[in-house]
């Protein structure tokens, strides 16, 4: 079963505009984590952001999480081609040890 | 550093026959998890060992499906014999310990079982 749930399913933009994918989720969390997967390079973690935090910021990506709306957003800047490639938010519960991801936002960034 | 190793990278059998699939970890990374994803799914976690001891492994289909990891290094995920329905993509994934932290993963085995 999957806990998150990412919205938009696709998105389609040019490059250098920014991308926004958001990322529900249903019971209570210890951390957020977004995860990206290409075919090149497989799945590669981006950020892990925890249940006391708000924002995180990492080069081009910012991630936000609102706890009392079970929500998290992942904000790419100035995208380029390379970004192309499916986003999957992963969760951790409180007393867990697993992650459970998402479906994922496929990004298609168009040069 | 070496990041996880699996191999085959792609395995096309028929259906009721036996297939296996290796991975090799971080070194130094205790904690190994076997994840099966299906196409346009994420990942669904399979099996998570704590070094050598499968601590989490609810979600496999122990009918057909059996893993190890010997020495708690290695592993190696064996299906047997695969069905239709095992056409996916394996992928095998590490961490410094439990998993709470941020996880490796490998670049998967695509499987067709025809």
């Known amino acids: 079963s999957q806990q998150g749930e990412e919205d938009p399913q696709a998105l389609s933009i040019q490059e250098g505009e920014n991308a926004t994918m958001n990322c529900s989720y249903k019971?209570?969390?210890?951390?957020l984590q977004w995860y990206r997967q290409n075919s090149g390079r497989g799945l590669v973690h981006l950020i892990l952001i925890r249940s006391n935090e708000r924002e995180k910021h990492s080069g081009r990506l910012r991630v936000t999480l609102d706890t009392s709306k079970k929500s998290s957003s992942l904000l790419i800047t100035a995208s380029r081609a390379a970004d192309t490639a499916s986003y999957f938010c992963a969760t951790v519960a409180p007393y867990g040890n697993k992650l459970v991801f998402g479906a994922g936002t496929i990004l298609r960034v168009k040069s | 550093e070496a990041g996880v190793v699996q191999s085959p990278r792609y395995k096309i059998i028929e259906k009721k026959q036996p297939v296996a699939f290796w991975c090799n970890p971080i070194s130094g990374h205790n904690t190994l998890y076997w994840y099966l994803q299906n196409l346009g799914q994420g990942p669904e976690l399979l099996i998570r060992?704590?070094?050598?001891?499968?601590?989490?492994d609810s979600q496999l289909p122990k009918d057909r499906f059996s893993a190890e990891r010997l020495k708690g290094v290695d592993s190696t995920l064996k299906i047997q014999p695969a069905e239709l329905g095992d056409s996916a993509v394996y992928l095998c994934a590490s961490s410094w310990a439990s998993g709470r932290n941020e996880q490796f993963f490998g670049p998967g085995t695509r499987l067709t079982v025809l």
């Open positions: 060992y704590e070094n050598e001891e499968a601590v989490d």
């Open positions: 019971t209570s969390i210890n951390n």
